[in-house]
């Protein structure tokens, strides 16, 4: 052992001592003076309370204009079809969780009990929506979500949207590629639309909001791509805007609407992509591009740091607005080392002074210990058929889309999810803060759902007019393909539960192999602003085992039959926009649901043939499926086979099936064509499509 010398030994001298604690406090001192050392607590994440930026960044708007129509615009060629891949993988955020007991489970006897007899209502209609390659992207996963308006349902997906009839479901148009939005505004927006994308509904101004991130070839993603529509007509005209963000990766935007902002968080990694650099916030104009006048943006804080968990913006739902002046709200997740909290942010910006814009930490509510799921791997969550390495994405280290605000006029909530381990297996953490804007921030209510073995995960939440509260999820297990379901709870049952059970929205057929295990990145519950009470979902599933195949979902159901109570409408904030009020409705009345209209749908297996490189013959069968007690024979036509390939169906018309030969001759150049099957039939005539796709081989 080493011995130590006289100076050494000098160090512990009692002079020494005592000069050194002074030249500390002095040093701690200083720092506070500069203030490098803050006072806020511990546990909290990002800006402390009393923090304003001092590092504002304002952007504008590179390039605005106005589209032409959409229902105008040619929809996207088979020549433009991307290599088949996987879309823009997230790279992984930093995990410090450490895991603890889940004292929130939902209590055993209710699940049994709503397993047994659930009383969560069926859906009102159920249909399919946009199925792979999701228009020109080739790839998995489609990150599906959507929004609902007045008359119309618009779905998107990487990276395509359609619209529907939301009374019936039947497509208004599309499927249209993203990109197509910005034919002729030119640049990466229009060249280089790379998905992630979102559709919104801003009911305070009756308006659409498409968006979807993109970079130059090559390099990272740096720009967002953000186009309002200028009527309540999804298939019309839009204000269209570039924005670039900056250097880094910024990666899975989420966006929401408030009334003086549209805000987007976004998780930042530096340009590779290999090291997380924090969440980051921002702010875009939404009077100016409403107006389809130039737009800026303001971020506060640029990334906030490796260590700070992501977060979601609040996205308002119903009539009544925020009280005035309200700051928009971000909640984080609980991913800390210790003290897990919703991490809760207040964005103050100012459009017209900049340097006025603050982002602080207002509160941080603790959130119950839990498991972390899939901590150390994308591949956890079974699927029936397949092998362990097929497992799917539990995406576990985040907030799941989105973070839904109401001001029921007495308090506020917020609702969202995030998927943990419970039992196990997979399970969807689900809770609802109270008083985000102006406090005292608590947890009303937080509850694990986990009512057998079955994995549920990639939620989504809402709440309707009247306090009652859906989730929809996907579900699966090593003896289930993924399924779509949701679960409710009514606002007057027993709280930190889902007290209505589950149901099924949509049984897939097939599980998915061979996609990287990815497994979308979010999906989307949305309310009806018509009502406030009609629940709007979708998300993913396959039909068959399968690797690039996924199909989608949309189904509306209802958990109250009578029109909400209204709550009182505070002064609204300026904002360009006429500002909804609710309408009184004082003898509540049973809502009957609609019965649906004659209708079909076409569905066409397998989903891919393979010709050889001399030519052949591929053959499929288009099966007709009748709603509504439709009985017309339909008519079928085959669009976007390639040159020298000619198909023919038997029977033409059909009532229930018909099979469709491709003939592929042998000057045919390889490659791979998605095509589109249409039928039209019944009255007055209505028009389904479906798609497949026909692969030429390069060898014999």
């Known amino acids: 052992m080493k011995r130590k010398s006289a100076a050494e030994s000098a160090f512990f001298s009692p002079r020494f001592v005592v000069g050194f604690v002074l030249c500390l406090i002095g040093t701690i001192l200083a720092l506070l003076g500069f ?52 879309a823009n993988e997230n790279p992984k955020v930093p995990y410090r969780h450490t895991d603890s007991a889940d004292p929130v489970i939902q209590k055993t006897s209710v699940s049994i009990r709503n397993m047994v007899a659930p009383s969560v209502p069926s859906p009102i209609l159920n249909f399919d929506g946009i199925p792979f390659p999701g228009v020109g992207c080739n790839c998995a ?29 039947t497509s208004v148009l599309g499927p249209n590629s993203i990109s197509s939005v910005w034919t002729g505004f030119g640049g990466v927006c229009e060249t280089s639309g790379s998905g992630d994308p979102v559709m919104l509904y801003d009911h305070l101004a009756d308006r659409w909001v498409i968006t979807q991130f993109t970079g130059a070839s090559g390099g990272p993603i740096t720009d967002e791509c953000v186009a309002v529509s200028t009527t309540a007509d999804a298939t019309g005209t839009y204000n269209r805007y570039g924005f670039h963000l900056g250097s880094n990766f910024f990666d899975y935007p989420k966006l929401s609407v408030w009334p003086d902002a549209y805000y987007m968080s ?94 602080t930490t207002f509160a941080t509510p603790s959130a119950a210990g839990f498991t972390a799921l899939c901590p150390t791997t994308r591949s956890c969550v079974p ?20 973070a839904a605000y109401r001001n029921f006029g007495t308090y506020e909530s917020v609702v969202s999810n995030y998927s943990v381990n419970a039992g196990g297996v997979a399970a969807v953490r689900w809770f609802e803060l109270r008083n985000v804007t102006a406090g005292p921030v ?138 909804p009020t609710a309408t009184p409705t004082p003898t509540p009345a049973p809502t009957p649901t609609p019965t649906p209209a004659p209708d079909f749908s076409l569905s066409i297996t397998p989903s891919s ?51 469709l030969t491709i003939t592929v001759s042998s000057s045919t150049a390889r490659g791979t064509y998605p095509f589109t099957v249409a039928g039209t039939g019944g009255s007055p005539p209505a028009t389904r499509t479906t798609t497949a796709t026909l692969i030429k081989a390069a060898r014999k």
């Not at 679960?487 to 949509?506: I, K, M, S, V």
């Open 35 to 86: 203030g490098l050392l803050s006072g806020g607590s511990a546990s909290a994440q990002g800006p402390n309370q009393n923090q304003a930026s001092s590092d504002i960044e304002v952007g504008a708007s590179y390039r605005n204009d106005v589209s032409p129509p959409m229902r105008d615009v040619p929809p996207w060629a088979a020549a433009g079809l991307k290599p088949q891949h996987e």
């Open 442 to 579: 608590t947890v009303f209510q937080e509850s694990t759902y986990q009512p057998d073995t079955t994995w549920r995960w990639m939620g989504s939440a809402a709440m309707d007019g009247q306090g009652n509260l859906a989730i929809g999820f996907s579900a699966s297990s090593s003896t289930i393909n993924p399924q779509l379901r949701y679960a409710a709870r009514l606002a007057t049952d027993p709280l930190n539960t889902l007290g209505q059970g589950e149901a099924h929205l949509f049984d897939g057929t097939g599980s998915q192999t061979g996609t990287s295990n990815r497994w979308g990145d979010y999906s989307a519950l949305v309310i009806d602003p018509v009502d406030d009470a009609t629940f709007w979902y979708t998300n993913e599933y396959y039909s068959a085992n399968g690797s690039f195949n996924w199909r989608t979902r949309i189904a509306s159901f209802k958990l109250a039959s009578a029109a909400p109570t209204p709550t009182p409408t505070p002064t609204p904030a300026p904002t360009p926009t006429p500002t």
């Open 383 to 402: 699927q029936a058929g397949t092998s362990s390495r097929d497992n799917l994405d539990g995406i576990g280290d985040r907030l799941m889309f989105r």
């Open 266 to 359: 976004m998780n930042v990694f530096n340009a590779t992509g290999t090291s997380y650099l924090g969440p980051q916030a921002f702010a875009f104009n939404r009077a100016k591009m409403l107006a389809g006048l130039p737009a800026t943006f303001i971020s506060p804080t640029g990334p906030l740091g490796g260590s700070v968990d992501p977060f979601l913006p609040a996205d308002i739902d119903g009539p009544t607005l925020p009280p005035t002046g309200a700051p928009a709200t971000f909640v984080g997740f609980p991913g800390q080392a210790s003290n897990p909290n919703y991490t809760t942010y207040h964005f103050h910006v100012d459009f017209a002074t900049p340097a006025n814009s603050t982002f």
């Open 609 to 659: 043939v393979t010709v050889p490189r001399g030519g052949g013959t591929a053959s499929y069968t288009v099966a007709i499926a009748p709603t509504g007690g439709f009985n017309s024979p339909v008519t079928l036509s085959v669009s976007g086979l390639p040159a020298g390939a000619t198909g023919s169906f038997s029977p033409n018309p059909a009532t229930g099936s018909s099979a």
């Open 141 to 169: 996963p489609p990150d599906t979500n959507g929004a609902v308006g007045k008359t119309q349902y618009v779905q998107i997906v990487n990276e395509g949207y359609q619209v529907f009839d939301k009374a019936t479901g």
